[in-house]
DNA sequence: TCTAAATATTTTACGTTTGTAATATCTCGC
DNA sequence: GCGAGATATTACAAACGTAAAATATTTAGA
C-alpha cells in the first residue's frame, strides 16, 4: 500500500522529507491561524490573554493547587515565564500564592473564588468559540486527526537522542 | 474502517465539541513541542531565532524583495513585529531595505548574497530536523494530515463572520 | 553528627518576539 | 491642494527563553 511500491503513481511527486516539512508548516499554519482568533476574542470580551487563560484552566483542574515547576511543564512553558504570567494573575486576584509548610523553597498556586467563577464563563465561551471555529471537522474526522497527533507527538518527545 | 461505522464502539463518548477541543489543544501541544524543538537547534547550531528563520525562508522565495506589509501578511503576524526582526537581520548583513523609486513609503527587503548563503545552510539542516522528527509519520500519513488541516484551516478562515 | 557539595525551586535580568495603538510620511483620487 | 487611505515605524505592555542569582533542601563524607 506504500507509495513507494507504486511507481507509476502520479502522487510521487513528494518525497517523504519534504513531505513532513509540509506537514510542518501547515501544522504550524493552523495553529497559529486558531490562536489568532482565540487571542483577539479573549482580550475583547474578557480583557484577558491566552497564556494567562491558559494558566487558569491548568489551575482549574488542580482543586489544591500546584507549584510553579509543574505549572511549567503542563504548559509546555520556561519556567521563569510563569512567574510573571502568575504576578499579573495574582494582581487581579485570580490566584494566590500559598507557601507549603513543608518546603519553603516552592509556593502553591490555586484559583481564587473569584477566579473561579471567572475562569467558568471565560472557559464556556471559549469552548463555544473552538467549536465555532472548527464546526467543519466531525466527530469522527477530530477523532482521526487526534489520533495522529498523539502519534506525531510521542514521535517528537522520543526523539529526544540528541547528536 | 472508518470509527463511524461501528456504532457499538465504546469510543463515542465525546460529544463533537468537547472533541473539537480536544483537537484543538492536541494541534497546540504538537507544534508547540516541534517548535521548541526547532527553536532550540536554530539557536545552538546558528544563533538565529526562529521568526528570523521564518523571515528569510520567505525572502527566499522572492528573489526580487518584497514589501514589509507582504512580509508581515506572509508570516502571519503584525506589521509592527516585522520591523523589529527586520533591523536585527539587517544590523547582521543578511537582508537589506532597498527604497523602490515608485513609492517613497515603503520599502523593498530582500536577502543579502550572504544572508541568501547562510539560509542555504539553515535550511537544509531545518528540512532534516524536521524530517528526523516526524521520522514516524510516512508520506500517505503525512499526506492525509495535510489534507485534514487543509481543511481546517479553511474553516477557520472562513469563519471571519464576527458577532 | 556536622559540614560542604550537589540539587531543587523560584525569581530576576536581559534580549527577542508579539500585538495594539498612535504617529509620521507618502500616494492618489477628487 | 486636500483629505482618505496606505505604508512603515515607534511606543508600550505582555509573553517567551536562557542564564544567573537567591534560597532552601538533600546528600555524602569526614
Known sequence: MSVANK??????????????LRLWLRLLRSSRAIEAR???RLRTKFAITL???????????????ITMTELSRHLM????NVTGIID??????LVLRQAPATD?????????????????AIAKAHEEW?????????????????????GLVRSVRSGDARP
Open 104 to 120: 519553603r523553597r516552592s509556593y502553591i498556586v490555586r484559583l481564587t473564588p473569584k477566579g473561579l467563577l471567572h475562569f467558568s
Open 51 to 65: 497564556p494567562q487563560f491558559d494558566v487558569m484552566a491548568t489551575l482549574a483542574r488542580y482543586e489544591n493547587g
Open 88 to 93: 499579573r494573575l495574582a494582581a487581579e486576584k
Open 38 to 40: 482565540l487571542r483577539e
Open 130 to 150: 473552538v467549536d465555532e471555529l472548527l464546526v467543519d471537522i466531525g466527530a469522527a474526522e477530530a477523532e482521526s486527526i487526534i489520533q495522529q497527533l498523539d
Open 7 to 20: 511507481p507509476r503513481e502520479r502522487t510521487v511527486a513528494h518525497p517523504p522529507s519534504k513531505q513532513r
Open 77 to 80: 512553558v520556561s519556567n521563569g
